[in-house]
């Protein structure tokens, strides 16, 4: 089992930065692939980014601005986003398979004003 945390999250405004932390209850150095994802109001939850190993994907959005990394040392994986949008505001969410299971944090809220 994986409990995952989330952290960082704010108001800001458009054009600030915000990195957002997922600390993860066990190692995290045998987990291969860690994801954010983010939700807004009306929409479908949205795959933001994923870490696979040392290699990175995004979604076409975030590219260029935001980046996510990970600390396995600290059981951590971050998420820098910068020149923030408005419409990056919503809930972003940290998540992991484990074991066959999907894992889920809580979520920390985004808002980005104009």
């Known amino acids: 089992q994986v409990q995952l945390v989330e952290s960082g999250g704010g108001l800001v405004q458009a054009g600030g930065s915000l990195r957002l932390s997922c600390a993860a209850s066990r190692s995290i150095s045998s987990i291969i692939s860690m994801s954010w994802y983010r939700q807004a109001p009306g929409n479908q939850r949205e795959m933001v980014a994923v870490?696979?190993?040392?290699?990175?994907n995004y979604a076409d959005s975030v590219k260029g601005r935001f980046t996510i990394s990970r600390d396995n040392a600290k059981n951590t994986v971050y998420l820098q986003m910068n020149s923030l949008k408005p419409e990056d505001t919503a809930i972003y969410y940290c998540n992991t398979g484990y074991r066959g299971y999907n894992y889920w944090g809580q979520g920390t809220q985004v808002t980005v004003s104009s």
């Open positions: 870490i696979i190993g040392d290699s990175t």
